[in-house]
Structures are given as C-alpha cells and as structure tokens.
T-cell receptor, first 115, second 113 residues
Framework: GAVVSQHPSWVICKSGTSVKIECRSL??????MFWYRQFPKQSLMLMAT???????TYEQGVEKDKFLINHASLTLSTLTVTSAHPEDSSFYIC????WGRGVAFFGQGTRLTVV | ELKVEQNPLFLSMQEGKNYTIYCNYS?????LYWYRQDPGKSLESLFV?????AVKQEGRLMASLDTKARLSTLHITAAVHDLSATYFC?????????????FGKGTKLTVNP
C-alpha cells in the first residue's frame, strides 16, 4: 500500500503554545487528506477534510480557529493546534487519498500531550 | 446521520477458539473497512469490502458483508495471542467528492494462552 508519514510521532507542549503536525504522502499525490482525533480507549472522530488548494471542511463541533489545517501541496497537509490546552491532549491521526485510488492510507499518528 | 455500531466492545478469548465481531450500520454506504490498532499505534488496514456478499480472508481473519442487512462480520478462527489488538470497522460514504469514514467504537480483543 501507499505510505503516509506523520511527524512528529509524539510531542509535549505547554498550555497556551501552538503545535504543528505534518502529514505527508510519500509515494502518491494526495488530493484529499483527513484529520482524526482519538481520545484514550475511544474511537476515531473525524475532525476535518482537506482538499489540496482549498479550505478545509470541518466537522460539526470542531473549532476551525483552534485547529488550523493547511493543504498547500499534493503531498503535505498540516494541522496546527493553536493555544493548546490540556483537554487537547489526544492522539491525532491523518489519512490521505487521491482520485481513483479509492482507499485512504493512515499515518502513524501523533501523540499530543499538553501540560 | 450514519451510525456504526460494533459489538462486542470487549472480547476475551482463549487461544484456539473461534469468535465473531459484528458491525452494524444505519444507512447505505459505499465501502466497509476493517482495521486493527495496537496500543499506541495507528491503524492497520485489514479488509475493504465493496459489495453485497463480499468475503475476504487473510490468515485467521475472515470478513464478510451483507449490505441488505447492513451488517459486516469479522470472524476469528483458532485465535492466537498475536491477534490481541483493538479492531475497528468503518463505513465509507462519499460526500462532496471524497469518501468519509465513520468508525465503530472498536472491539478490544484479548487472546489468552
């Protein structure tokens, strides 16, 4: 299958700071990338869908000003958690796909801890 | 609103036994996925089921799809300890040109020696 790389794998930050997470498709051009959040022992919840070159579409209840998503190229999408708080601590996972590929491939996830 | 229900949520079984995990969903979908997640890790794709009656097998795992009943099953045959993980089903629906996935809550499987 295709390779999607997420960076960093884990990050610890102080409350009030911002954290950027990168999601890269290494061997294909990702026209669409998805960002999910997973709290401990829970399922994955879709946060937003980003299409290359356009604004992300956020799911209901997700603050777009807090979770900034940029999909400026066909191989890179970034999620920036702004003014992070402890309740933002979670496992963030991206997935990527492209037209005609059908299925999406998942990154390895980023464990965010806000202290 | 598409809802995906998985059961059981927790499953403890002995090595060598068989069991089935069920995944029900509320509305028609394009695809049905099964994933495995190990602690602290991301998702590993197991199966993609595309059409009614689809059956796929890989090793001790077999997945099937009944679109009329809106039901997919993941059957485990002669379980081994290495299968211990959390298994998620997800239903895909195309919206706005892209397929969004709605996940079940997951089934935490523990296989005891």
């Amino acid at each position: 299958g295709a390779v999607v790389s997420q960076h960093p794998s884990w990050v610890i930050c102080k409350s009030g700071t911002s954290v950027k997470i990168e999601c890269r498709s290494l061997d294909f051009q990702a026209t669409t990338m998805f960002w999910y959040r997973q709290f401990p022992k829970q399922s994955l919840m879709l946060m937003a869908t980003s299409n290359e070159g356009s604004k992300a579409t956020y799911e209901q209840g997700v603050e777009k000003d807090k979770f900034l998503i940029n999909h400026a190229s066909l191989t890179l999408s970034t999620l920036t958690v702004t003014s992070a708080h402890p309740e933002d601590s979670s496992f963030y996972i991206c997935s990527a796909t492209s037209w005609g590929r059908g299925v999406a491939f998942f990154g390895q996830g980023t464990r965010l801890t806000v202290v | 609103e598409l809802k995906v229900e998985q059961n059981p949520l927790f499953l403890s079984m002995q090595e060598g036994k068989n069991y089935t995990i069920y995944c029900n969903y509320s509305t028609t979908s394009d695809r049905l996925y099964w994933y495995r997640q190990d602690p602290g890790k991301s998702l590993e794709s197991l199966f993609v089921l595309l059409s009614n009656g689809a059956v796929k097998q890989e090793g001790r795992l077999m997945a099937s799809l009944d679109t009329k009943a809106r039901l997919s099953t993941l059957h485990i045959t002669a379980a081994v300890h290495d299968l211990s993980a959390t298994y998620f089903c997800a239903v895909g629906r195309t919206q706005g040109g892209s397929e969004k996935l709605v996940f079940g809550k997951g089934t935490k499987l523990t296989v005891n020696p």
